[in-house]
């Protein structure tokens, strides 16, 4: 404080309320004398890029550490390089990136098939459980869905008899 | 080995996925012993977390037994029996400096707003996480802490998000003696928060939730008051008849996106995502708290908006705090409470799933279904 202030003389009054206890982020943070040095401390060793890691345009480079998952890949893979145009601050961030996980979902049935593997989606909805534990639920949602599906069906068939 | 496989919106299974690689001289790679399903993996479980891809593994709650170490690791050795921190920290940056291990600027290329977070999507930085049987553990001479040789596995893996979350809720919360503190939400984090609530001297516990049998377990286990928000008419005049109609002093958000109770913020926020989850429990948090008293934020929303009264928080000179639970902070103390016998962390768990059995698993805990409150996933390499 004393060392600041000594910088601070040509502002009257710098400091004079200052009050080191008001401090709303206790205990959360720690008060560090490196602080307001900016990007200055000492990195971690730079992990080495491997496969394609979109980054924030808000950071300056790479963490030195960083997953590497699941690559941008497909149709998916160019909307989400597109949403890293954007700052986190952006919608043009955020809907493309939702907009891409759905068409990735599309994606990912395609592989599956591709792989020579039909997914058993009923068991990746844990349909199993909801028998054991729930039927009287179970048998309502299928009923609900069959009664809805049915409507459409007749509506629509309806329409095209019509002309 | 087998791994959790996201397959988009409420479609997971497990597959056969590589065995993890050092990637880096700190990194370790961890045989999983033990991991939960978190109530924020429902976000993901939902589709609700921009960036979570097809074939990515869930799960930032493990524990597990150290197989391989990168060149830099000192700290932890093969062989060590650890549990990791949800956050993916480095200890060096400034923020972790300071303290806020769930800030860290080295683990995260894809956001800068959070630090990494294992199994949590690439907006937390793209780590596969521990619903599987191996996972990479990166800074391992940072985040895995030895589990001490008298505790329990089923213990130390509460240790790594949920008990910490509760302990760090209560404690933004800046609960003095004698306070009341509402709690919305009866999941895990809720019931460890009412629990870490009297721990820092408040003069009474409160927990809103709509699940009955949830409401009788924290009633028992954390001595607490509890209510049912479908049995009043509106939670905030119900919360301000029961506290003198000023208000709690605190009240602690441990729901977050999923949140029930409005239609409108429901229709917004889960079902349509035009705002970044259904925030009203914050709304109610804000507009049950008294003038000048304090609003803390666990409950995880997504990264765009939410509608909140922020009016109200002007108008009645709300403290409002937040933040991911830097985990690391909070483990000598909350090992030395479960060691003491003061909090038992296991107590909440009620299911044991094998691995292979995640989809129903997390059907079963999305649903509330068979009375669940916490689920843990043993893989079968488990060993223990």
Known sequence: ??????????????????????????????????????????????????????????????????????????????????????????????????????????????????????????????????????????????ATTVLITTAIFAFVTRKKDKR | MLAMNYRGPRRVRVDQKPYPEIKHPEDAIVRVTRSCICGSDLHLYNGNVPDT????????????????????????????????????????????????FGNCHESNAQATAVGGIFGYSHTAGGYDGGQAEYVRVPYANFGPTIIPPDMDPDDAVLLTDVFPTGYQAAEMGGIQPGDTVVIFGAGPVGIMAAKSSWLFGAGRVIVIDEVN???????????????NFREMDDP?????????????????????????????????????????GSATVLHWAINSVRKGGTVSVVGVYGPTDNLVPIGNVVNKGITLRANQTAVKRHLPKLIDHIQSGRVSPKAIITHRVPLEEIADAYHIFSEKLDNCIKTVLIPPSAGM
Request: aromatic letters at 10%; proline letters at 5%; one cysteine or more.
């Open chain 1, 1 to 142: 404080m004393e060392n600041l202030a000594a910088k601070y003389t040509h502002i009257k009054g710098w400091g004079i309320d200052a009050d080191p206890s008001n401090d709303p982020t206790y205990p959360l943070k720690y008060h560090m004398p490196t602080e307001h040095d900016g990007y200055n401390w000492e990195r971690p060793v730079q992990q080495s890029q491997d496969v394609e890691v979109l980054q924030s345009i808000e950071r300056p480079s790479l963490p030195a550490v960083f997953g590497t998952s699941v690559a941008p890949q497909g149709l998916s893979g160019q909307i989400r390089r597109y949403a890293f145009k954007y700052s986190e601050s952006h919608y043009g961030h955020w809907l493309p990136l939702l907009l891409a996980d759905r068409v990735n979902m599309v994606e990912g049935l395609v592989d599956d098939l591709k792989q020579g593997h039909i997914p058993n989606i009923f068991a990746e909805k844990g349909w199993k459980a909801e028998w054991k534990y729930n039927p009287v639920g179970l048998v309502t949602k299928v």
């Open chain 2, 53 to 100: 891809r097809v074939g990515s593994t869930f799960g930032h709650e493990f524990v597990g037994i150290i197989e391989e170490v990168g060149p830099a690791v000192e700290k932890v050795k093969v062989g060590d029996h650890v549990l990791v921190p949800f956050n993916v920290a480095c200890g060096k940056c400034i923020f972790c400096q300071q303290g806020l």
């Open chain 2, 213 to 227: 049998y949830r409401l009788e377990f924290v009633r028992d286990y954390a001595q607490c008051e509890v209510y």
């Open chain 2, 236 to 276: 905030v005049v119900f919360i301000k008849k029961l506290t003198d109609w000023l208000g709690a002093d605190v009240c602690i958000d441990a729901v977050g996106a999923e949140a029930t109770g409005n239609a409108l913020q429901t229709i917004t926020g889960r079902k349509t995502l035009l705002q970044a």
